[in-house]
């Protein structure tokens, strides 16, 4: 069974860059579309990113052209390149695998294995 972990989080000035990792055990990321969602507090979870086994990649669009989500196919992990944070990119931030390798929409529903979070805050 498929298990993530995030790592990366921490606490950043705004107009800084971050990286969040998610590294996988029990199965190789390369079969999986993965996401990046967050929660910001008192919001709703939202999607952030995405990344289709080949690379394809969508965003929301409140982070395109700031956020970069990648893969490294020998280290097994998919990461978010935060770079030009806002203070409104705070938020508990969740990589999501999905059971098809396609480019999908952002929607909790299609992503079935979900990591822990790893804490995310802009703030000077």
């Known amino acids: 069974q498929l298990q993530l972990r995030e790592s990366g989080g921490g606490l950043v000035q705004p107009g800084g860059s971050l990286t969040l990792s998610c590294v996988a055990s029990g199965g190789p990321l390369r079969h999986y579309a993965i996401g990046w969602f967050r929660r910001a507090p008192g919001k709703e979870r939202e999607g952030v990113a995405v990344?289709?086994?080949?690379?394809?990649?969508e965003y929301a669009n409140s982070v395109k052209g700031r956020f970069t989500i990648f893969r490294d196919s020998a280290k097994n992990t998919v990461s978010l390149q935060m770079n030009s944070v806002k203070p409104e990119d705070t938020a508990v931030y969740y990589c999501?695998?999905?059971?098809?390798?396609?480019?999908?929409?952002?929607?909790?529903?299609?992503?079935?294995?979900w990591g822990q979070g790893t804490q995310v805050t802009v703030s000077s």
């Open positions: 990344s289709s086994s080949d690379g394809a990649t």
């Open positions: 999501a695998a999905s059971p098809t390798s396609d480019l999908i929409p952002l929607a909790e529903i299609l992503f079935r294995s």
